[in-house]
């Protein structure tokens, strides 16, 4: 089945301490982006890339760092999550970048105390 | 606003009726998505319309583009209680050699059996 897995789907940790959230899709995507998305603020980018060892940044990278070693994984990265970090995080791919439908992950709910 | 900004808001119609939602954006696109979402779970594509198309259908679903006025509208018809969910417009913006994704922050569409 074609689909892209996030994990964990839930999430509570305390402040500082470094964190990764993978994300794995099996359609051979070359693009895969990260969002999060926060109440009357829709989603919004904050990392994508559009292939093995290309990445680039969102409309809201700080905090996050992202790596694609392999073209199948795209993980997420907090090397020191805030509490302004707290949100629901959606990753997602797609065959050849804008001009294609993406398909999302079901999310992961992040809660930074 | 954002690019992408959806229109209304919020939208609580009765089963059977039709649900006219509009998006506008500020910048030259190539091409406008569609994605629906269930309370808190991940997007799906509804429907992909190119900056050189002004209309598409997909079953219920109409999408209207009018690049001269920044903007789209997406009609479902006959609504089904089960068409209740948050609908986000996607527009991609290039420049250079990036490629950013921007959602617009949704209508939240409730249909009433």
């Known amino acids: 089945e074609a689909q892209v897995t996030q994990n964990p789907r839930y999430l509570i940790t305390v402040t500082g301490k470094k964190l990764t959230v993978t994300c794995s899709q099996n359609?051979?995507?070359?693009?895969m982006s990260w969002y999060r998305q926060d109440p009357g603020l829709g989603l919004r980018q904050i990392y994508y890339s559009m292939n093995v060892e290309v990445t680039d940044k969102g409309d809201v990278p700080e905090g996050y760092k992202v790596s694609r070693k392999e073209k199948r994984n795209f993980p997420l990265i907090l090397e020191s999550p805030s509490p302004n970090q707290t949100s629901l995080y959606f990753c997602?791919?797609?065959?050849?970048?804008?001009?294609?439908?993406?398909?999302f992950g079901q999310g992961t709910r992040l809660t930074v105390v | 606003s954002q690019q992408g900004e959806e229109d209304p808001q919020a939208l609580s119609i009765q089963e059977g009726e039709n649900a006219t939602m509009n998006c506008s954006y500020k910048?030259?696109?190539?091409?406008l998505q569609w994605y629906r979402q269930n309370s808190g779970r991940g997007l799906v594509h509804l429907i992909l319309?190119?900056?050189?198309?002004r209309e598409k259908h997909s079953g219920r679903l109409r999408v209207t583009l009018d690049t001269s006025k920044k903007s789209s509208s997406l009609l479902i018809t006959a609504s089904r209680a089960a068409d209740t969910a948050s609908y986000f417009c996607?527009?991609?913006?290039?420049?250079?050699?990036?490629?950013?994704?921007?959602f617009g922050t949704g209508t939240k569409l409730q249909v009433i059996p």
């Open positions: 910048t030259s696109i190539n091409n």
């Open positions: 359609m051979n995507h070359e693009y």
């Open positions: 997602a791919s797609s065959l050849r970048g804008l001009d294609t439908e993406a398909f």
């Open positions: 319309i190119r900056s050189n198309e």
């Open positions: 996607a527009t991609d913006s290039r420049s250079g050699g990036y490629q950013k994704v921007t």
